[in-house]
């Protein structure tokens, strides 16, 4: 066997190392997935008991959408929430649902961020009758920037959405 043909069955050894390396993190990341406490309500109970207040909103308006969400998600986690993350090899979400664990993707997130949606409105609405003067403000244009920030302010779905997975997963990993 010629130096070159060793050179490659050394790679081919590294990459099968790799793989396995890869195989055994999936396989840890199950383990302490399946060995999670059972949380106290399923994924969507969690989603529907999700609060949003005036303050939690005003937070949003100043420190924009991510860390405004991020800020309502961290009010309503707990160690019993049907959300786990694991860090390897990337950072992992899961949910709670119908008795099992699974794992989240980017439109699990989207639809996440939807279903709060409506309750980041009614507490919009909520802030504009506390702050009419605001609202009936034309010239300083307010209540139109807070009204952006609420909806997502001027990030792409998709950035906001796979920045938030990754934020969501390093919050439950605390």
Not at 134 to 139: A, R
């Amino acid at each position: 066997m010629c130096l070159f043909e060793m050179n490659q069955e050394i790679q081919k050894l590294w990459d099968t190392i790799a793989k396995m390396q890869k195989n055994i993190e999936l396989l840890k990341n199950n383990a302490i997935i399946s060995s999670a406490a059972i949380p106290e309500m399923d994924y969507q109970e969690w989603i529907t008991s999700i609060k949003i207040s005036v303050p939690d909103l005003e937070y949003l308006f100043k420190e924009k959408y991510l860390k405004g969400i991020l800020n309502i998600f961290k009010k309503n986690i707990n160690k019993f929430t049907p959300l786990k993350s694991t860090k390897k090899p990337k950072y992992i979400l899961y949910k709670y649902v119908e008795s099992e664990w699974l794992e989240m993707s980017i439109s699990d997130i989207e639809n996440l961020r939807c279903q709060i949606m409506p309750k980041i409105a009614q507490t919009f609405l909520e802030w504009g009758t506390q702050h009419p003067e605001i609202v009936n403000n034309n010239k300083t244009n307010i209540y139109n920037k807070n009204m952006i920030q609420m909806a997502g302010g001027n990030s792409r779905i998709s950035i906001i959405n796979q920045k938030l997975y990754k934020e969501l997963s390093k919050m439950l990993l605390k």
